[in-house]
C-alpha cells in the first residue's frame, strides 16, 4: 500500500476540518435556535397553575396540565420498569452467554430492526394486541409500547458496554471461584455501570417525547388518572392536540409541556451524569 506523503495528509486534514467545522456549527446553531425558541414561547406558560391544575376549556383563563404531567410520569416509569429488566437480561446473554449462538444472532438482527421500525407500527400494534383485546385505551397499553421502544436500545447498549469489559475481570473472578453469573453481577456489571446507565437514560430519553404510539395507546384525557387501566392523560399528545388548536391558551401550554419535557430530560441526564462521576471519582481516590 502506498503511502501519503506529510504535506498530502497535512492537506487532507485541513480539507476534512474545512467541512467539518462548519458542519458542527451549523448543527449547533440550530439546536440552540430549537432550544431558544422553546424556552422564549413556553417560559411564559409555566406557574404554580400549570403544575396543579387541571386543564380548562378552551378560551377560559388559567388551568394547567397536571395530570398530563402525572400521566406522563406514570407511563414512563411503567416502561422503565417493564423494558430494562428484559433488555439488561438480553443484553447479558449476548455479551455472556450466547455470544456467537444462532439464537444471538437471532436476536441481534431482530434488535436492529426493531431500532429502526417506526414508533407509529409499535403503535399498531400494541393497540392490535392490548387495546382492541380490552375494549378500551389505558396506560397500560402505553406503557408497553414505550417499553417495546426501550427495549433494543437498553439491549445494544448493554450488549456493547459488557463487550468493552476487559476479559481479565472475568477470569479473575472465575478463577476465585465464582459462578459465572455472580462474575457477570459483581464484576462484569459493576465495571460498566456507568455505560448502563447512560444507556437507560437514552432509553427513556427517546420515549419521553414519543406522540405516535400514545396516540393508539393511552390516547389521552381531560381527567385525573386515577388507574391506568383507562385512557391515560400524556404531555405529547397534549401537545400534539393543543399546538393544532386554534386556540392561543393552548397553544402556549403546547409551548409550556415541550420546554417542561426538554428541561426535564437535560436535569435527569445532567445530574445522572455527575453522580456517577462523583462515584467513580471517589472510588479511584480509594
Keep these: 500500500m502506498r503511502l501519503?506523503?506529510?504535506?498530502?495528509?497535512?492537506?487532507?486534514?485541513?480539507?476534512?476540518?474545512?467541512?467539518?467545522?462548519?458542519?458542527?456549527?451549523?448543527?449547533?446553531?440550530?439546536?440552540?435556535?430549537?432550544?431558544?425558541?422553546?424556552?422564549s414561547r413556553g417560559a411564559g406558560a409555566l406557574n404554580l397553575d400549570f403544575f396543579t391544575q387541571l386543564p380548562t376549556p378552551p378560551g377560559m383563563e388559567g388551568g394547567g396540565l397536571a395530570n398530563a404531567i402525572l400521566g406522563t410520569l406514570l407511563m414512563t416509569v411503567l416502561a422503565t420498569v417493564i423494558g430494562?429488566?428484559?433488555?439488561?437480561?438480553?443484553?447479558?446473554?449476548?455479551?455472556?452467554?450466547?455470544?456467537?449462538?444462532?439464537?444471538?444472532?437471532?436476536?441481534?438482527?431482530?434488535?436492529?430492526?426493531?431500532?429502526?421500525?417506526?414508533?407509529i407500527i409499535v403503535g399498531i400494534f400494541v393497540y392490535a394486541l392490548i387495546v382492541l383485546r380490552t375494549g378500551h385505551f389505558s396506560g397500560w397499553a402505553g406503557g408497553v409500547a414505550l417499553a417495546i421502544l426501550m427495549l433494543p436500545v437498553v439491549l445494544r447498549t448493554t450488549e456493547d458496554m459488557l463487550n468493552l469489559v476487559p476479559d481479565e475481570l472475568r477470569e479473575s473472578a472465575l478463577a476465585l471461584g465464582a459462578p459465572r453469573w455472580r462474575a457477570t453481577l459483581t464484576v462484569v456489571f459493576r465495571a460498566?455501570?456507568?455505560?448502563?446507565?447512560?444507556?437507560?437514560?437514552?432509553?427513556?430519553?427517546?420515549?419521553?417525547?414519543?406522540?405516535?404510539?400514545?396516540?393508539?395507546?393511552?390516547?389521552?384525557?381531560?381527567?385525573?388518572?386515577?388507574?391506568?387501566?383507562?385512557?391515560?392523560?400524556?404531555?405529547?399528545?397534549?401537545?400534539?392536540?393543543?399546538?393544532?388548536?386554534?386556540?392561543?391558551?393552548?397553544?402556549?401550554?403546547?409551548?409550556?409541556?415541550?420546554?417542561?419535557?426538554?428541561?426535564?430530560?437535560?436535569?435527569?441526564?445532567?445530574?445522572?451524569?455527575?453522580?456517577?462521576?462523583?462515584?467513580?471519582?471517589?472510588t479511584w481516590s480509594r
Excluded at 11 to 24: G, I
Aim: aromatic share 8%; hydrophobic share 50%.
Design 4 to 39: 501519503r506523503s506529510r504535506t498530502q495528509r497535512k492537506v487532507a486534514d485541513r480539507a476534512a476540518r474545512v467541512v467539518m467545522v462548519p458542519a458542527a456549527l451549523a448543527g449547533i446553531a440550530v439546536l440552540a435556535w430549537i432550544l431558544w425558541e422553546v424556552i
Design 84 to 119: 430494562t429488566p428484559v433488555g439488561l437480561m438480553a443484553g447479558i446473554y449476548l455479551a455472556e452467554f450466547g455470544t456467537t449462538s444462532r439464537l444471538a444472532t437471532a436476536v441481534r438482527f431482530t434488535t436492529n430492526l426493531l431500532m429502526g421500525t417506526p414508533s
Design 192 to 282: 460498566a455501570k456507568t455505560g448502563l446507565v447512560t444507556g437507560i437514560l437514552l432509553a427513556v430519553a427517546r420515549v419521553s417525547g414519543e406522540t405516535a404510539p400514545l396516540l393508539f395507546t393511552a390516547l389521552n384525557s381531560f381527567y385525573w388518572p386515577e388507574t391506568i387501566s383507562e385512557p391515560t392523560a400524556n404531555l405529547t399528545v397534549t401537545i400534539f392536540n393543543y399546538a393544532m388548536s386554534p386556540y392561543a391558551d393552548w397553544q402556549q401550554k403546547a409551548w409550556g409541556a415541550s420546554l417542561l419535557i426538554t428541561v426535564g430530560i437535560l436535569i435527569v441526564t445532567v445530574l445522572s451524569r455527575l453522580t456517577l462521576r462523583d462515584r467513580k471519582s471517589r
